[in-house]
């Protein structure tokens, strides 16, 4: 047990600061304390003393320098059982310091601003609380320390259970505690720093060493399977995301619930007028888009009513009531996902307990590097946010794309974007009618597509991911009923493909960029 007489308190955030200091002074702690802390102790009646006082020298550089001192440091560094370290510190008069309660300047809060100044973020770097914390921790068989209002109860609890002393077993929890909060603190500053200049050009793409910080928003039932364990975590300093969803009714989300919401969304941003997703296994198994939200969504479910029983359902509009009659009568949904819903079509849902309505009102997302765990190590990637350039299209085939299967191309070309590997879309107008996806051959991809769309769809349009090595697909999306086909180019067979679609009059539209999803 170590026995606290003299604490340090220094916060940004100063939740519940009061009640710790009173109990602190019922067992007699000497108090120290900095601007605006100080203030709210005093008018809570707790008597406390400056640090200027205490170290004999003032706050300077408009409070960039208060606590930096080594009268604070050496307080708090010194070894109790070094009979040299308490000699010292008794030749200088410097007490030792038992206890430090820090925050850190809110940074992470603060590039979450709008319109933010990189002045007023470079100010909220906090130097002299992470110094304090480190100096405590190290120390931590002798100095309790605290960056967590959330650890003040159990703090409180320990203090009147042992007559102001803390046990060493805690002790020993909070300072290690302190090492990931700060790691986490710098990290969202080296990230956003880093972020910030790679903006201006002054930084490479990927940093030559990778820091992450995240806090967990939740535990999962388990992963991907019963038997492993999972959480769900937000990345420190982001502001946009999947990790702003709010659960507005039925079961905890899954593991894999959020891996399937988190595509979803991906791609249902993608388009301007009202649109549907569905998706099962973290793959689109349905996607309309209509000026009738309603009507989007049907069309959605009507590609592949098999696959979408169980789906995740994503809506780039307010759902009404209108909407919500549609999808409750079509069948078994794991998770709806949208901006908004209006009030009758929650009250319809209701009835459906299990179900789980998601809100997320701004469904951008941020331009982050996507990693990729491999056993050891990791795998870093830019975020794939190329847009098709309709000025880059070349027109290939002897047949030209009518105006109305140009934009289904297009908009197929934005659906395969978001399907895994080998990925095959057919599509009339802005719907889909086959989905082909997760094969190991282009081939087996339109197959798939061509069975998915049930009897042979005329005039509908084909994209596909990645080129077509061999002209055997054309074939088969001729097959499929496909007139106009958009894909990257870039085969050695390039010109077998060309002459198979002129064989069958398929117009050939080639962008020069692959989405493929591996």
Same mark, same amino acid.
């Given at each position: 047990?170590?026995?606290?007489k003299?604490?340090l308190?220094?916060?940004?955030?100063?939740?519940? @600061?009061?009640?710790l200091?009173?109990?602190?002074?019922?067992?007699?702690?000497?108090? @120290?304390?900095?601007? %605006?802390?100080?203030?709210?102790?005093?008018?809570?009646?707790?008597?406390?003393?400056?640090?200027s006082?205490?170290?004999? =020298?003032?706050e @300077?550089?408009?409070?960039?320098?208060?606590?930096?001192?080594?009268?604070?440091?050496?307080g708090?560094?010194?070894?109790?059982?070094?009979a040299?370290?308490?000699?010292?510190l008794?030749?200088?008069n410097?007490a030792?310091?038992?206890m430090?309660v820090?925050?850190?300047?809110? =940074?992470?809060?603060t590039?979450?601003k709008?319109?933010v100044s990189?002045e007023?973020?470079?100010?909220?770097?906090?130097?002299?609380?992470?110094?304090?914390?480190?100096?405590?921790?190290?120390?931590?068989?002798?100095?309790?320390?605290?960056?967590?209002?959330?650890? &003040?109860?159990?703090?409180?609890?320990?203090l009147?259970?042992n007559?102001?002393?803390?046990?060493t077993?805690?002790?020993r929890q909070l300072g290690?505690?302190?090492? %990931?909060?700060?790691?986490?603190?710098?990290?969202?500053i080296?990230n956003?720093?880093?972020?910030?200049?790679?903006?201006?050009?002054?930084?490479t793409?990927?940093p030559q060493?990778l820091?992450?910080?995240f $806090?967990?928003?939740?535990?999962?039932? &388990? %992963?991907e399977n019963?038997?492993q364990?999972a959480?769900?975590?937000?990345?420190?300093?982001?502001?946009?995301?999947?990790?702003?969803?709010?659960?507005l009714?039925?079961? $905890?989300?899954?593991?894999?619930?959020?891996?399937?919401?988190?595509?979803?969304?991906?791609?249902?941003?993608?388009?301007?007028?009202?649109?549907?997703?569905?998706?099962?296994?973290?793959?689109?198994?349905?996607?309309?888009e209509?000026?009738?939200?309603s009507?989007? &969504?049907?069309?959605?479910w009507?590609?592949?009513?098999?696959?979408?029983?169980?789906?995740?359902v994503?809506?780039?509009?307010?759902?009404?009531l209108?909407t919500?009659?549609?999808?409750?009568?079509?069948?078994?949904?794991?998770?709806?996902?949208?901006?908004? =819903?209006?009030?009758?079509?929650?009250?319809?849902f209701?009835?459906?307990?299990?179900?789980?309505?998601l809100q997320l009102?701004d469904?951008?997302?941020?331009? $982050?590097?996507?990693?990729?765990?491999v056993?050891?190590?990791a795998?870093?990637?830019?975020?794939d946010?190329?847009?098709?350039?309709?000025d880059?299209?070349k027109?290939?085939?002897?047949?030209?794309?009518?105006k109305?299967?140009l934009?289904s191309?297009i908009?197929?070309?934005?659906? /395969?974007?978001?399907?895994?590997s080998?990925?095959?879309?057919l599509?009339?107008?802005?719907?889909?009618?086959?989905?082909?996806?997760?094969?190991?051959?282009?081939?087996?991809s339109?197959?798939?597509a061509k069975?998915?769309?049930?009897?042979l769809?005329?005039?509908?349009c084909?994209?596909?991911? /990645?080129?077509?090595p061999?002209?055997?697909a054309?074939?088969?999306?001729h097959?499929?009923?496909a007139?106009?086909?958009?894909?990257?180019g870039?085969?050695?067979a390039?010109?077998?493909i060309?002459?198979?679609?002129?064989k069958y009059?398929?117009?050939?539209?080639t962008?020069g960029?692959?989405?493929f999803?591996?």
């Amino acid at each position: 047990m170590i026995k606290i007489k003299r604490a340090l308190i220094s916060l940004s955030d100063k939740t519940g @600061i009061v009640e710790l200091a009173k109990v602190l002074k019922n067992f007699g702690v000497e108090i @120290i304390s900095t601007g %605006g802390t100080a203030k709210l102790l005093r008018e809570n009646n707790i008597a406390v003393t400056e640090v200027s006082a205490y170290t004999g =020298f003032p706050e @300077i550089l408009d409070g960039r320098v208060k606590t930096l001192h080594p009268k604070i440091h050496a307080g708090l560094l010194a070894l109790r059982n070094n009979a040299q370290h308490l000699q010292i510190l008794n030749e200088h008069n410097i007490a030792p310091i038992d206890m430090v309660v820090v925050n850190l300047y809110p =940074f992470e809060k603060t590039i979450q601003k709008p319109n933010v100044s990189l002045e007023e973020i470079i100010e909220n770097i906090d130097i002299g609380g992470p110094a304090m914390l480190r100096s405590a921790a190290k120390n931590f068989q002798s100095v309790a320390v605290i960056c967590a209002p959330s650890r &003040y109860a159990q703090v409180i609890a320990e203090l009147k259970k042992n007559d102001g002393a803390l046990p060493t077993d805690l002790m020993r929890q909070l300072g290690i505690e302190v090492f %990931g909060h700060t790691s986490k603190y710098d990290a969202v500053i080296y990230n956003y720093l880093s972020d910030y200049f790679k903006s201006k050009k002054e930084t490479t793409d990927f940093p030559q060493e990778l820091m992450l910080a995240f $806090e967990k928003i939740q535990d999962l039932r &388990y %992963g991907e399977n019963p038997h492993q364990k999972a959480a769900f975590y937000k990345e420190k300093g982001q502001s946009k995301g999947l990790v702003n969803l709010k659960q507005l009714q039925g079961k $905890e989300l899954s593991f894999n619930n959020i891996l399937d919401l988190n595509s979803a969304v991906e791609l249902v941003k993608e388009f301007k007028n009202p649109a549907a997703v569905i998706v099962k296994h973290n793959n689109p198994c349905g996607v309309c888009e209509d000026k009738d939200l309603s009507k989007a &969504y049907l069309g959605a479910w009507e590609t592949d009513t098999l696959s979408a029983f169980g789906g995740i359902v994503a809506l780039n509009r307010r759902m009404d009531l209108k909407t919500a009659k549609v999808i409750f009568k079509s069948g078994f949904l794991e998770c709806i996902i949208a901006p908004g =819903f209006d009030q009758e079509a929650l009250n319809l849902f209701k009835e459906k307990k299990n179900l789980r309505l998601l809100q997320l009102n701004d469904l951008s997302s941020p331009d $982050e590097l996507q990693i990729k765990r491999v056993s050891g190590g990791a795998l870093l990637q830019s975020k794939d946010s190329e847009t098709l350039n309709l000025d880059k299209l070349k027109i290939v085939t002897k047949r030209k794309p009518s105006k109305s299967e140009l934009q289904s191309l297009i908009f197929a070309w934005k659906v /395969a974007k978001h399907v895994k590997s080998n990925a095959i879309v057919l599509t009339c107008g802005s719907r889909t009618v086959g989905i082909g996806a997760g094969q190991m051959s282009r081939v087996d991809s339109v197959m798939l597509a061509k069975n998915k769309s049930g009897k042979l769809k005329k005039n509908c349009c084909l994209a596909s991911d /990645a080129f077509f090595p061999k002209p055997d697909a054309i074939t088969w999306a001729h097959k499929a009923g496909a007139k106009a086909i958009i894909q990257p180019g870039g085969s050695i067979a390039d010109q077998e493909i060309i002459a198979s679609c002129d064989k069958y009059k398929i117009a050939m539209v080639t962008t020069g960029v692959r989405h493929f999803k591996h």
